[in-house]
């Protein structure tokens, strides 16, 4: 879920379900190709169709998530080159390499073992499998599942699955904990999830929405989108909203767009709706926001605690 216009956004998440051509394995609940996943640190190393002869050393990540993703598991010393918007954690090696726009070329120059993408942009799968440079998609989470998939295929690929299993046991455990103690109420309370100043946002049936959903949030923006043609990701006009009246705003453009409860205050009509009354409208980061990597778990504390100071 990178940060761009949501419609790209969206578009991104419908170019990732793509199939995929022979070289390039899609990360997946299928079960993996004969020999399955291999033990920890053990080579040759099998993801689905993709396979390993040896640790790779030189990794070139296309996808934030997946960069996040690698560092937590202890890869980050085998990446060499990172996406032009993978900025965590700081010490991961910027290049002008662009997931948007992949350039097999340039990925290439980089002289990989291991690409990592979230989509087939340009058909770059085809591009890099025809270099013969090892694939592996990792596409945009629609679950937690995936991205605990993720993580366990990634520490098979990189040889680091006791971590990858540590990091998603980690997960799962901070995010039973933050959810098991929430005030119980008889009426849920709502939300409005931001994407942008446009406002698109998220219903529940995308990763974000499931994020709320932990926390017990109603989503507003479901009705907008209840047959799905907008893949989750429906426009919202400022008459809906406010007429819907959410007792929480969650603002995931702050740092795109500069919006914060002082321009959401000030829009036309919004200084009735609860969320602004209450001081209820919370600003995230929005790379946290967008991704589906072990940052999951401090987006989640930011709603819970933004919920826990609502009495039940």
């Known amino acids: 879920m990178f940060r761009r216009t949501p419609r790209i956004f969206a578009a991104t998440l419908a170019v990732a379900a793509l199939a995929l051509g022979a070289c390039a394995e899609k990360s997946s609940d299928d079960t993996p190709a004969a020999g399955g996943s291999s033990a920890a640190g053990a080579f040759p190393a099998t993801v689905g169709k993709l396979t390993l002869e040896k640790r790779p050393e030189k990794i070139v990540s296309l996808s934030p998530s997946a960069t996040e993703m690698l560092f937590a598991i202890g890869a980050g010393t085998q990446v060499t080159a990172v996406?032009?918007?993978?900025?965590?954690?700081?010490?991961?090696?910027?290049s002008g390499l662009s997931g948007f726009q992949p350039n097999a070329e340039a990925i290439a120059g980089k002289a990989p073992d291991l690409v990592v993408l979230s989509n087939d942009t340009n058909k770059i799968v085809d591009q890099l499998t025809t270099l013969k440079i090892p694939v592996l998609l990792a596409p945009a989470a629609a679950t937690l599942d995936?991205?605990?998939?993720?993580l366990t295929d990634l520490?098979?690929?990189?040889?680091?699955?006791?971590?990858?299993?540590?990091?998603?046991?980690?997960m799962k455990d901070d995010i039973a904990k933050l959810t098991k103690d929430l005030p119980q109420r008889s009426t849920k309370l709502t939300y409005y999830h931001e994407l942008g100043p446009e406002l698109y946002s998220a219903t529940s049936k995308t990763f974000i929405g499931s994020?709320?959903?932990?926390?017990?949030?109603?989503?507003?923006?479901?009705?907008s989108d209840a047959d799905g043609r907008n893949g989750g990701y429906p426009q919202?006009?400022?008459?809906?909203?406010?007429?819907?009246?959410?007792?929480?705003?969650?603002?995931?453009?702050?740092k795109c767009c500069k919006q914060s409860p002082?321009?959401?205050?000030?829009?036309?009509?919004?200084?009735?709706?609860?969320?602004v009354k209450n001081n209820q409208v919370v600003a995230l980061d929005d790379d946290i926001a967008s991704?589906?990597?072990?940052?999951?778990?401090?987006?989640?504390?930011?709603?819970?605690?933004?919920?826990?100071?609502?009495?039940a």
Do not use: C, M
């Not at 520490?155 to 990858?164: D, F, I, N, Q, R």
């Not at 919202?236 to 702050?254: C, G, R, Y």
């Open 262 to 275: 002082a321009t959401v205050k000030a829009r036309s009509g919004w200084a009735g709706v609860t969320a």
């Open 211 to 223: 994020i709320y959903a932990l926390a017990g949030l109603e989503n507003i923006a479901d009705p």
């Open 236 to 254: 919202l006009s400022q008459e809906v909203i406010v007429k819907a009246n959410p007792d929480f705003v969650f603002l995931a453009d702050t």
């Open 83 to 94: 996406d032009d918007n993978s900025n965590h954690p700081p010490e991961a090696p910027k």
């Open 146 to 150: 995936d991205s605990y998939r993720q």
């Open 291 to 311: 991704r589906w990597g072990p940052r999951i778990v401090d987006l989640l504390r930011s709603v819970v605690d933004a919920v826990a100071k609502v009495p």
């Open 155 to 170: 520490g098979t690929l990189t040889g680091h699955a006791t971590e990858a299993a540590d990091v998603v046991r980690r």
